[in-house]
């Protein structure tokens, strides 16, 4: 074979190759949760291919199923309050890599991603042993404390990128024109780590959400929804399960779709800031 | 205004009328780096100072300082009597026009130039009209409502200049302001920048690279070297007599003369010129509009002073046409490179031997200091 008809070859045969490499990777990625949509509309239960007798009974029984909308209450609960200790704990970090000289800042930059990296287990585990220590009784409460501190670093990393790409200039030009540091703070700084912050947020929350690991060595009396689930799947897959997993994906694909959104517009208008604020008005 | 004044009347080195802005062996180090160096000045009230440098200078540096942005390693800057440069930025009554402008990307126009005011808390109808005046005065009243991305670079050049002026501040500092316009158009700013602050009265520091600029709208200029100061003078003045060859370089060009001083003559290679210098070697500043062809008919009733005349011949090497003037570069019988800017016209073809004269209080004596650029002062 010559060199020009190989290389021909690899032009035509190269993309359909990857295309249809592309296709199986696309369909190992997203069928398990087609199918998992699919069966919650399956009249025969889990059992059985192809799925038959389209029905919304699952959902019906999901509905009035008590203990799974306590589970997904307690970890709304969660997740907004991990949220907040967080970002309250994680924003003020950010700052202080970002903008502050103290000994150890390199140390503390490694450091505050290691919750990130370390497995679920030990964190768990170490956490475990520190309320048992303590003597703190486990609960709802330990879990947000484990999954606040868990997720801290997400909201310092985000946040402190968002302040690396901020332009230095505009806050020495609001302190120029009489503004405090704290007034700068509030009304320059902030609205342009907006997009950082509800990125965190919302990062934060989906993280708390769906956490298994930890959540699973401090739970108390009181599940939260993938514990809840996990408990159900050792008792059998019912088609509920598949019914609270498919709201669950509506909720975080719209979830998806705002944030994409939101920053695709951004990178358009940079004042989406502002715009929040505007909407949030009205 | 009273307090403003033509540029060629404050033709001293020292300001004229009272001084608002006196700056006191101020010194900056970042590390070992040393980037000021026992800076002292003094600026008049409605002056506007420019203060031009290479890059590295530490030009911005100073600014800075005065801003409120950066600390002093030492020295004082002192405000119509009171101390500046213990104060935070923000209780300054100074303000900053920033290179990048510094907008803020989420706030309208009008809330930016109305930032200063609204944080001052000044009553609702005197911002509304403070900031029709300001939009106005740069012309931008019909963008009051636009996002600073959808106007263009000049636009927000004079948004950045409005935000600054609305709070009318006693000293207005620019900093290299018009650097990211073209050309044409950062002409066009700078006659209404100069034309603006005459109308204002304010005090300008305009921070500036481009020997240009400084010339065409400061009333003096500091000129900054390797964080020193090596000239202070109005831009006629700091053409005309450079202190140093590094100030004869840098505004402008011209012919450094390494003169050798004998009993009241200098020589340098076939040119041989009074002066009053002591014996000793001398360097002497020419500037090359200061040669001419010399006139053979009447050679000394064209000169405008009384002062001796020069006279060589050189061998032109080369001639660039500039539209109204020319450039030649010429080679004089010992040896020695001018070059020479006259009126435009045809000379000779190369090689040809001219006779040029120049007058000698034209050489000025300046003291050597090597381009920035050469020794570069990096710890």
């Known amino acids: 074979m010559s060199a020009s008809s190989s290389g021909q070859g690899s032009l035509v045969k190269g993309p359909r190759w990857l295309t249809a490499h592309a296709l199986a990777v696309f369909a190992f990625l997203y069928l398990p949760i087609a199918i998992l949509i699919l069966y919650s509309f399956n009249g025969q239960g889990v059992g059985g291919f192809p799925p038959r007798d389209l029905t919304l009974n699952w959902y019906r029984i999901l509905f009035n199923d008590g203990p799974i909308w306590d589970s997904v209450l307690n970890s709304l609960m969660v997740a907004f309050a991990a949220m907040l200790i967080a970002l309250v704990f994680g924003i003020p970090a950010a700052l202080a890599l970002d903008r502050a000289q103290f000994p150890g800042k390199a140390l503390f930059r490694r450091l505050v991603l290691l919750p990130l990296i370390l497995p679920g287990i030990i964190t768990g585990l170490s956490l475990l042993m520190l309320f048992r220590v303590a003597d703190v009784k486990l609960s709802l409460f330990t879990i947000v404390l484990g999954h606040g501190t868990a997720l801290i670093s997400v909201a310092t990393t985000e946040v402190f990128a968002g302040l690396q790409k901020l332009n230095r200039a505009q806050e020495e030009a609001s302190l120029d024109l009489g503004a405090t540091y704290w007034q700068t703070f509030w009304r320059i700084t902030v609205p342009n780590l907006k997009l950082s912050i509800i990125g965190a947020a919302l990062l934060i929350f989906t993280l708390s959400m769906d956490e298994i690991a930890v959540s699973f060595f401090l739970i108390g009396r009181d599940n939260t929804l993938p514990l809840e689930i996990w408990g159900r799947l050792r008792r059998g897959i019912t088609p509920e399960i598949n019914a609270i997993s498919t709201i669950i994906f509506v909720f975080s694909l719209i979830a998806i779709v705002v944030w994409y959104r939101l920053r695709t517009r951004a990178e358009v208008t940079p004042e989406i800031g502002a715009e929040l604020v505007e909407t949030a008005d009205h | ?379």
């Open chain 2, 1 to 379: 205004m009273a307090t403003t004044s033509e540029p060629a009347a404050t033709t001293s080195s020292q300001p004229s009328s009272a001084s608002l802005l006196s700056i006191r062996s101020v010194a900056k180090h970042f590390g070992k780096n040393v980037v000021l160096r026992d800076i002292s000045l003094e600026i008049a009230e409605g002056e506007f100072l420019t203060i031009l440098g290479e890059s590295g200078s530490g030009k911005t540096t100073l600014l800075r300082i005065l801003a409120g942005f950066e600390q002093s390693t030492s020295g004082e800057v002192w405000m119509s009597g009171e101390r500046l440069d213990t104060e935070p930025p923000y209780r300054r009554r100074v303000n900053t026009v920033f290179q990048s402008y510094a907008l803020f990307p989420h706030m309208t126009v009008e809330q930016n130039v109305g930032y200063g005011l609204s944080i001052a808390k000044r009553p609702a109808a005197e911002i509304q009209s403070r900031l029709a005046e300001a939009l106005a005065k740069v012309k931008m009243s019909a963008y009051a409502k636009s996002k600073p991305s959808k106007i263009s670079g000049g636009q927000q050049q004079r948004i950045a200049l409005a935000r600054a002026l609305v709070n009318r501040p006693r000293l207005l500092l620019l900093d290299e302001p018009l650097s990211a316009l073209d050309a044409n158009l950062r002409r066009q700013m700078q006659v209404e920048l100069k034309a603006l602050q005459r109308e204002v009265g304010i005090t300008f520091i305009f921070v500036t690279h481009d020997q240009e600029e400084a010339m065409v709208m400061s009333d003096r200029i500091a000129l900054l070297r390797s964080g020193e100061l090596e000239q202070v003078a109005s831009p006629r003045e700091i053409y005309n007599r450079p202190a140093t060859s590094y100030t004869a370089q840098f505004i402008g060009h011209t012919n450094l003369l390494d003169a050798d001083v004998r009993q009241g003559t200098a020589i340098c290679s076939a040119l041989k010129w009074p002066t009053a210098m002591p014996d000793g070697a001398a360097l002497f500043s020419l500037r090359p509009e200061c040669i001419r062809p010399a006139s053979t008919t009447s050679a000394t009733v064209a000169l405008p002073t009384k002062s001796a005349t020069v006279r060589f011949t050189a061998k032109l090497r080369d001639q660039a046409f500039h539209g109204a003037t020319d450039l030649l570069r010429v080679e004089s019988d010992g040896g020695l490179i001018l070059t020479i800017r006259t009126a435009s016209r045809d000379l000779p073809n190369s090689e040809a031997r001219l006779e040029f004269e120049f007058s000698a209080a034209d050489a000025i004596p300046v003291r050597a200091t090597s381009l920035a650029s050469n020794s570069e002062e990096r710890h």
